[in-house]
């Protein structure tokens, strides 16, 4: 090709590029955004836009005024803005396209955008990817590799993560105070569910133990009235009944003299406003285990729960764990410990199962206990037993309560709560947690849906007064 012909064919690039404005078709912009070079080539309002662009590269661009491009189609295809740090090309968002019911499809020499309201596609052929579109982006994402090692960690089927798409922490959603519930009843019920749907007695001597005196409105003797019978706290915790409480064997009638004595003896030991005091040492044990496996592996890899059970407090602490190997046993059961004499709670002896690994016997004597394995095959020496019976129920009955869209592989997200507030056991005399303040910390339903307050700088004009979301833990 001569000189004279190189230059024609340039001539020809530059009339063309001149007289036909393009503009890149972007499938990760939000908006569409128009350089001002480009300016001519659309119509400007004279109204400001406020929105800021986040670029790939972490910086911002604001933009300028509001555009609209010069294409028959419906909004909010046409909708645009002016954004003056564009250097190079103008970009068409396809998420816009979409939310106009516009179909775009791209190919290797070409882009066309059908409308969608008056045409049917079909595409033949094996899908190769998949992905889906983002509710709050309004993007498009794929799963960013194929193959998973592990479902609950590596899935990329939501649109952020998990802790913020189950518990949201900005500050437009806002949830009512229990001051607002109508009536006594429906406080009453609203705090079981929140406290983990305690059992009755339980979360009466929890509530006369002082563990709940910063929740208002809530005494033992409104339990006692308006207690609500549901059904999670049966399928959490029913147990069977004891034998021997009804007898069948015929009883003996005992003599007059002896009848007579009896209650002579019952006059003598009336109350008469006297005072006893008895004084009992502190044991200082405390007694661990591990559940076996849970039947759902959770979204941060754990599949089992340490249980330790403090005997002077009555208390029952547990802690999540991925697996049974030594390593992993040590780190849960030293973050159980630390946690505990943060407290104020020191121990000197642990019991424990005789399978004990000699690494995490190490482990204890640094911490500065004694340890004592139970006997093989002797379930009843170790008290740890009784209290994974416990924590298993208050677990099922708050997994059982929470909403069906609640994900089973969040249900680390709720093993705490019993352990916060009723605290699963009889009597408490010391915990290691702080009180919960329900005062400063408004409190939900475990992951229930509930219609939360949008306020007015986050749902514009006319639109909706509220969002239904789901609450995780205590929102």
């Known amino acids: 090709m001569n000189q004279k012909a190189k230059l024609e064919r340039k001539r020809e690039r530059r009339k063309a590029t001149y007289t036909s404005p393009t503009i890149l078709m972007d499938s990760a912009a939000t908006s569409t955004v128009i350089k001002t070079k480009d300016a001519r080539h659309v119509n400007i309002s004279d109204e400001e836009s406020t929105k800021t662009f986040y670029n790939a590269n972490g910086t911002t ?34 998420s816009k396209l979409a939310d106009a019911n516009y179909i775009t499809i791209f190919t290797k020499d070409e882009v066309q955008v059908i409308d969608g309201e008056t045409a049917e596609v079909q595409i033949e052929g094996d899908v190769v990817m998949q992905g889906w579109r983002c509710p709050r982006t309004k993007l498009w994402r794929v799963p960013l590799t194929q193959d998973w090692s592990n479902v609950n960690t590596d899935t990329a089927l939501l649109s952020q993560e998990v802790t913020d798409l189950i518990m949201s922490r900005r500050s437009e959603h806002l949830l009512h105070s229990v001051h607002e519930l109508p009536n006594t009843e429906q406080v009453i019920a609203w705090y079981h569910a929140a406290a983990g749907y305690p059992t009755k007695a339980t979360w009466i001597k929890a509530i006369d133990a002082g563990f709940f005196a910063t929740w208002p409105m809530l005494t033992s003797k409104a339990v006692r009235k308006h207690y609500p019978e549901s059904d999670e706290t049966t399928k959490g915790h029913m147990r069977r009944i004891k034998s021997g409480v009804r007898s069948t064997k015929e009883q003996v009638q005992e003599p007059e003299e002896v009848t007579e004595a009896i209650t002579r ?24 285990d591990q ?50 004499k943060k407290q104020g709670v020191h121990p000197k002896k642990q019991f424990l199962d005789n399978e ?63 352990i916060h507030t009723c605290m699963a056991s009889m009597i408490i005399i010391e915990c290691p947690w702080p009180h919960w303040d329900a005062q400063r910390n408004a409190l939900q339903v475990p992951t229930n849906e509930v219609a939360s307050e949008l306020t007015p700088w986050t749902r514009g004009i006319l639109g909706p007064r509220r969002i239904t979301i789901v609450a995780n833990e205590y929102s």
């Open 61 to 94: 661009s604001k933009a300028g005024k509001k555009a609209t491009l010069k294409y028959n189609l419906r909004s909010p295809a046409t909708d645009a803005d002016m954004v003056d740090s564009l250097a190079t090309n103008s970009l068409l968002s396809t």
């Open 356 to 418: 004990a690994p000699k690494e995490y016997l190490e482990t204890i004597e640094k911490q500065g206990l004694e340890w004592e394995l139970v006997p093989p095959h002797n379930h009843r020496r170790n008290i740890a037993e009784k209290g994974i019976q416990t924590a298993k129920g208050h677990i099922t009955a708050n997994v059982i309560g929470v909403d069906a869209t609640f994900p089973l592989r969040e249900w680390h997200r709720q093993q705490y709560r019993p």
């Open 265 to 288: 003896l019952a006059e003598l030991r009336k109350k008469h406003r006297d005072i006893y005091v008895q004084v009992k040492d502190a044991s200082d044990i405390i007694y661990t």
């Open 291 to 340: 559940t076996g496996r849970f039947p759902v592996t959770s979204s941060r890899g754990h599949k089992y729960i340490m249980v330790l059970v403090e005997i002077d407090g009555n208390y029952i602490a547990m802690e999540p764990m991925r697996s049974k190997e030594t390593a992993e046993m040590i780190l849960v059961y030293t973050k159980i410990i630390e946690r505990m």
